[in-house]
Every structure is written in C-alpha cells, then in structure tokens.
C-alpha cells in the first residue's frame, strides 16, 4: 500500500507549485416585490467588487494557493435571505457545485450581525452538500458593514474551509491552534494593539494582524508560514482530487502522515516507524524510507492507514552525519500527524537518532 500511495500522491503531488482552487459565488438576493430601486440591489455585488475580493484572497494564499472563478449564479428565494448558520442547509444542497476542491461561496445576508461562518476539511468527506464558505454580503469589498468591508471575512472564513482554527483557539493553553509558529493568544482581538496576551508561551506578542484572530480589515493582515503548511497537508488529505480516498482507510483506522524535511545532506537521514504492543517489541515495520530516495532540502510527504486505538507505534530516525537534519545543512523538520491533526514536530537537531512513540502505548495493568 505504501508504495502505491507513494506513486500516486507523494511525488506527483510534491511536483506542483500551486493548488488551483476553482470557486463556485452562489449571490442571494433580496426578493424585490417592485417597491425601490435600493431594494433591487440587496444582496447583489458588483462584478469588480467580487474581483477585489478575489484579488485579496490570492495574496493572502500565495504561494499556496490560487483561486478562480468558475461560476457565479444569482438566487433570489427568499428562504435563502437573512439566514442564520442553522438555515443554510437548504440552499446548500440546492446550489452547490463540485467536489469537496471546489469552494462554494454563499453571500446573503446574515443574521445577527454575523459576519459568516465556514466548514473544515475533514467535514466534506460523508458531508460534502454542506461543504463551503457563507458570508455577509456586506462583507465584500465596499460593502456596508464598516471595518469589515474590504474582504477580510471571506479569506478568514476561507482559512478555516482550508483547516484553520482561530489564533485563539484553547486560550493560553493546550495546542492552541495547532500551528507551531503562531503565539498563543487568549481572547480574540479586534483590532491592531501591541498586546502579548499569553506571556508565558515564549513566543511573544499576539499576532494580531493574523487574518484568523478576530482583527478588523484595517488590521487582518496575514497567514502564518505554519498556516500556509497546515492549509496545504489538510488540502492534500481532504480536499485534493489525488487525495487520499478514505475507502484506502478502512473505518477503524487512521490516517498516518508523516512529513520530513530534509537537508542538504538528505543520503545521511533515514526514518522507520514500527508497530507493536507495548512492553513488547516493536515487530511490525509499518513504514520506512531511505534519505537517497527523499528530495533534498524539501519536504516529502508518507501516508499509510495504521490503527492507534489498537496497537502502539514508533517512530525512529537516524542521521549517519551525527548532525541531525537542522540546522547546520539545512533547516529540516520531522513531523508527524494523525487524521490531519499534528501530533509531533521536531527539528532533529544535532543528533544521530531521534524517536516518538504514538497511538495506544499504555501498558497493559
Ligand atoms: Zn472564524
């Protein structure tokens, strides 16, 4: 299985530069019953205002990411309009278009002074009529909810259709976020303030100007290059037409994914994760690859089905240079995840061997 999954999305998949994501604009618009010509234009956003939308969303994804407009269609059933998240089913499996790589995008307007509201990755598989992004029209750019009309909600929201929770999710503590290079922040901020509110977390001020804190338009600024990775791995589990078909997985099982970066000494750097009971040896080989079969300096990409309810795993990796793969030729990384979720990272710094067990690794009483 291993290999077949290597020659299927592994270096095919390394290959491209940009994911192409092609967007499906469902625009709701108020029903006019013929009373003012103001009224005819709820819900309706001008062409070049959905083009400086879509402007903004390609330089908040790049290099990752590229959108493009396949289609936008103009709805005006009045079930659609003014709606909360638990009212949009209806319109969902009426409108949308494509596979779980298309982003549908529903403007109408919101209730309670909603901005919008998205689903993740993981969700489209078994869900994919309710898969996608709803926004405010008011949101778009020139739009008439002030600060928050220049864009900002449909790349917040599109962060979160790509895997991302809010820089503030779990607070100070816990993985937060589960993004390495994005500070712990404790309550959502609104707007650009010099603030470090989780002092204790080492890595400095809030990132307020990040577009998935709660920042205005005047302040939401910026991805994270930990979001840009997180967004790209969930895209290839989730969302890619390569991806990983879940019917490889079978029910009980999860998905295993290993990514390494290695330096420019990739022939020096090995890895093996093997399968087994705890107190017992770790028999079974689950996965392993050669340095001199991984790109240098690059990140490579391993998946495989493994079970971590039933059995414990461990991963082990070995530098012949004693060096580790950061950060004398190279910055490399190791990280492991599980079901899109990473559990691990590490640097392997400075060292010939380095190992992490993971799964039910609880000795038996
Ligand atoms: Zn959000």
Redesign the pocket.
Known sequence: MMKEYLARSGAQRRKRQVVNVPIHWHMIKKKNKGKSAKDEKDGVISESAINEGIERLNAAFAPNFSFIIASIEINDNKRYWHIDKKGDDDMKKELRKGDCSALNIYSTRLKQQSL???TMPNYCFGNMASDGVVIDYGTAPGGNTYGYNKGGTLI??T??WLGLY?TFQGGCDGNGDQVADTPAVAHPNYYCQDIDSCPNDGLGVDQVENF?D?GDDFCASEFSEGQLTRMTALWNMYRSDERIEFNDCKKNENLLMIQIKTDMKNRQTRFIVKRGWPKKKLRFTVMKELGKNMKKNDVNTFYECIQTDKFCYQMRIFDKGHDGICCKNGKGFFSIWIDGSQIWKNNFENLDKQKKRFGNCLVPK
């Open positions: 919008g509201w998205a917040h929201e962060g979160h809010h998935m709660y």
